[in-house]
């Protein structure tokens, strides 16, 4: 299980850039799991295009580390190297009309805030402890990856009303998958 | 074809970045390139010959010169951060050089009208306009190298950056030469030069910048 907030991605940048082997992984493993996840939701790319250019992303991070200033946000960092590489990739691919946006770093790291890692059965079973509106959008959005607006459109709820209810949610399967795991 | 997993452990094996730090290293050129100016300046053109009465005009355009400098070296700075914003730096360089522009203009009108057009230009063409960018190409390229090793993410406004910082420090070591004293050629023609390098300074940074 990993529940990984913002603000420790910058304790780990700042500590793994200081010579932390351990947190530096930590630090590149958490921006993995969210670039392969923003490359999905944005679709701009095919899914094999995705984990080279999440490798091609983390391979810049690690080159261009010395221009990491701890007292800046890492996650507009990451996002100022991840969308140059990307739009280099799509001038060398020649694919024309891709429009990366220009600030996304919210976009980036927000839905990332809590990832879960835990055997589908036991999800299934602790999904059924969440309130009815949560487990219902949690199952449209990340079991079944549709998105938010028509998640939204389906259960009559806003698109922000989705999203908080998607975060509370795994915050909460976040909680449980925890305290079952001890 | 390497795992994403794999590939994160072998990065993690060195976790501390190599060599100086980057912000000291440009520091240190900027230092290097001032010195070299000032060399260059006074072997090609020399000293001006009243400096001794003069020093204080020189001090006045060189501190110009360094005020529009200091500013670049933050821009190149942040430019070569990915993720820093360049909002403040770009709009504190263009509000000295409104500043000055309008203390040329001022100057300019605070002279009879029969001597306007000999206060502006110094009875001559501005040859700093040509002398200032031709003194800065050097530094401009060292200054570029600089950002190669750091990770500019909008070309053009880093090459712009470096080439104001560069243009900057070549105004400052041209002061020690330049034979004019008003104000209404100095606040116009120092800010012009400087923004030569600039623009200069933004086409190569889109064509020679990529990494």
Redesign the interface.
């Known amino acids: 299980l990993v529940g990984t907030p913002s603000a420790s991605l910058q304790q780990l940048a700042t500590v793994g850039l200081a010579g932390d082997g351990r947190a530096y992984a930590a630090f590149l493993e958490a921006i993995a799991v969210r670039l392969r996840a923003y490359f999905r939701r944005r679709l701009f790319v095919r899914a094999d295009e995705g984990e080279d250019l999440v490798q091609e992303v983390l391979l810049a991070i690690h080159e261009k580390r010395a221009t990491f200033d701890a007292r800046q946000p890492v996650t507009a960092w990451v996002f100022g190297i991840a969308r140059y590489k990307l739009a280099d990739h799509f001038r060398r691919v020649r694919r024309i009309g891709v429009q990366i946006p220009v600030n996304d770093a919210d976009e980036l790291f927000a839905e990332g805030d809590v990832e879960i890692h835990a055997n589908e059965a036991d999800l299934m079973r602790l999904l059924e402890q969440l309130p009815d509106k949560q487990r219902r959008v949690i199952r449209m959005v990340k079991i079944e990856d549709r998105s938010v607006r028509e998640a939204a459109q389906e259960a009559s709820l806003s698109e922000s009303d989705v999203k908080v209810s998607i975060h509370r949610g795994l915050k909460t399967l976040s909680k449980l998958v925890k305290r079952d795991s001890l | 074809v ?1 795992e ?2 794999e ?3 072998n ?3 060195n ?5 100086p ?2 912000s000291a290293g440009l520091l240190g050129l900027a230092g290097l390139a001032l010195a070299y100016g000032a060399v260059a300046i006074l072997t090609l053109r020399g000293l001006r010959p009243d400096f001794a009465e003069a020093w204080t005009w020189v001090a006045g355009k060189a501190g110009l010169s360094l005020a529009l400098g200091a500013l670049g070296l933050w821009a190149t700075l942040r430019a ?5 914003s360049l909002v403040a730096a770009t709009g504190a360089w263009v509000g000295l050089v409104v500043l000055s522009l309008a203390a040329a203009a001022s100057g300019a009108m605070s002279a009879p009208s029969s001597e306007r057009l000999q206060v502006m230009t110094g009875g001559d063409f501005p040859h700093c306009t040509v002398i200032i960018p031709a003194l800065a190409a050097p530094a401009g390229a060292a200054f570029f190298l600089w950002l190669r ?3 500019p ?1 909008r070309l053009w406004l880093a090459g712009a950056a470096a080439g104001g910082l560069a243009g900057a420090l070549a105004a400052a070591a041209y002061a020690l030469a330049c034979p004019v004293d008003t104000v209404a050629f100095v606040a116009l023609w120092y800010p012009l030069s400087i923004a030569i390098c600039v623009a200069l300074g933004a086409v190569a940074g889109s064509a020679f910048l ?1 990494w």
């Open positions: 390497i994403t997993s590939l994160i452990r990065l993690a094996a976790p501390r970045p190599r060599g730090a980057l070569g951060r990915p993720g820093s090793r750091a990770a993410t990529r």
